[in-house]
């Protein structure tokens, strides 16, 4: 059996007296009777059977706001005077407890534990965020010595009382909207064939947290239509009468606006992209709004590396006209293309090193001396130049490391760069080469050329970062 005194007890001035005291009458040094050893069980908690079968802050807060979480009693050969009481108790994302939030508890003259809903909801959105669903919550309780205005915790910080598991339904700030974990494009452009819709992206964000969607489209032909859908319509693999079953818009051919929520197998008025160009959509499916802006223009780099497959190789962003800049991945021969295909302009090989030719007959590009690996591309279409410069370093550096630059990333096939973190919540950037000349940064699903500082939460994480498809992209996965 685990025994444990009452940590500190001596400092609670009990009317024990010091044992290097002298007995006047004596002359001896007195001597005090031993404080009360405790054993852990000796402190009965026990968690409300209502509590372990689930809690629903909406009704608790319903009914008053009071949740009975547990009792405790305080046991027969407790100090004199103490009472056996709960001031707080834990709440755990999972049972390890690694990340944890503390609320306040009232422990009434029964002996009944009581918390309240709004504390609880608060604790709730730090630990899982704003979904509204119920999720499972490791709940454990310390317990304290208490008289008047003097508290001690029993045994020490590591001691509970109780540990257990409920399920944990928390206030719904949605009033019922259902934010799904994924929505697709269909329309026109696919004959309305739920099969070939297009799936948004979305960071590792609870959606209900981070309600932003995107979704990169190519070029199709003009006056396209298109409607959202969320998973479970894309599931059916028709428009249904449902709640929320499709998203349509207010006016067809507006890039930007609110989406109208569609209840039936009628999907509305659906937007209309008139032009014949490759498009980004965001949409907020909270707010519920849409915009849709054009994607700047790109060269292709079918090549060696991949399989001379113009959907895998890698683009070069325009960043001025006729100037194009990005990441390949090089093994062998190559060229650069502004078309997905052989129809467009072809930038091969003139003969002279950095200069290209647009010559139907111009041979390929070659695999530059420093051999296989990640290159920065800079091409100019202007006067037919262009730069290859070799990634030896991709680093990482950040407020969590003293911005190091030197600090570096791993990858397996050049385009995926991984390392594991301790992020500490500050902010960090992308770096190559050991050096601030070339860097990217801003949002987690849109890095920039030299741009701003990444924000980062708490906590150790596996950071990717994806320079497969513009725009470059991180991930963070907890650890």
């Not at 959606?207 to 969607?213: A, G, K, L, Q, S």
């Amino acid at each position: 059996m685990k025994y444990s005194a009452l940590f500190g007890l001596a400092a609670l001035a009990l009317g024990f007296v010091a044992c290097d005291e002298i007995e006047e009458s004596t002359g001896l040094p007195q001597t005090n009777p031993q404080l009360p050893i405790l054993t852990v069980d000796n402190v009965p908690l026990t968690p409300a059977a209502a509590a372990q079968q689930g809690i629903n802050l909406i009704q608790a807060n319903d009914n008053g706001g009071t949740i009975n979480l547990a009792t405790i009693e305080t046991p027969a050969d407790f100090p004199e005077g103490y009472r056996a009481e709960v001031l707080s108790i834990e709440l755990g994302k999972d049972a390890a407890f690694t990340e944890k939030q503390t609320i306040q508890a009232v422990t009434d003259a029964e002996g009944n534990v009581n918390v309240q809903a709004d504390d609880w909801e608060t604790a709730h959105q730090a630990l899982f965020g704003k979904n509204p669903g119920a999720t499972t919550t490791y709940i454990r309780i310390p317990a304290w010595a208490v008289k008047g205005d003097q508290t001690i915790r029993l045994g020490n910080e590591n001691v509970y009382y109780s540990t257990f598991s409920t399920q944990v339904t928390p206030f719904d700030l949605f009033d019922g909207y259902v934010i799904e974990d994924a929505y697709y494009l269909v329309g026109s452009f696919c004959d309305w064939d739920f099969s070939k819709a297009l799936k948004f992206s979305h960071n590792e964000y609870d959606p209900y947290d981070d309600p932003t969607f995107t979704l990169k489209v190519p070029a199709f032909t003009p006056d396209w239509e298109w409607v959202i859908i969320p998973e479970s319509t894309h599931s059916a693999g028709h428009f249904v009468d449902a709640p929320q079953s499709s998203f349509g818009v207010e006016f067809s051919n507006s890039l930007k606006g609110a989406l109208v929520i569609n209840d039936t197998q009628d999907y509305g008025t659906p937007g209309v992209i008139t032009e014949n160009v490759g498009m980004l959509f965001k949409v907020n499916m909270l707010d519920l709004t849409y915009e849709i802006e054009e994607l700047p223009s790109v060269l292709y780099t079918p090549g060696n590396s991949n399989g001379w497959n113009f959907d895998n190789s890698q683009q070069l962003v325009s960043y001025e006209t006729g100037k194009y800049r990005g990441f390949v991945y090089i093994n062998g021969i190559f060229k650069f293309t502004d078309a997905p295909n052989w129809d467009g302009t072809n930038y091969g090989n003139s003969g002279t090193d950095g200069v290209l030719s647009t010559d139907g007959g111009a041979g390929n590009l070659e695999l530059p001396a420093e051999g296989e690996g990640l290159y920065f591309a800079d091409v100019n279409t202007n006067d037919l130049t262009y730069t290859l410069t070799y990634i030896s370093a991709v680093n990482i550096p950040g407020g969590f490391n003293g911005w190091n630059i030197n600090s570096t990333m791993t990858s397996t096939d050049y385009l995926h760069w991984t390392v594991v973190a301790d992020l500490q919540g500050g902010e960090f950037k992308f770096a190559f080469n050991n050096s601030w000349d070339l860097s990217y940064g801003g949002a987690a699903d849109d890095l920039q050329y030299n741009g701003p500082n990444c924000k980062a939460p708490e906590g150790t994480y596996l950071v990717t970062l994806d320079l497969t498809s513009v725009p470059y992209t991180y991930t963070l996965t907890a650890q």
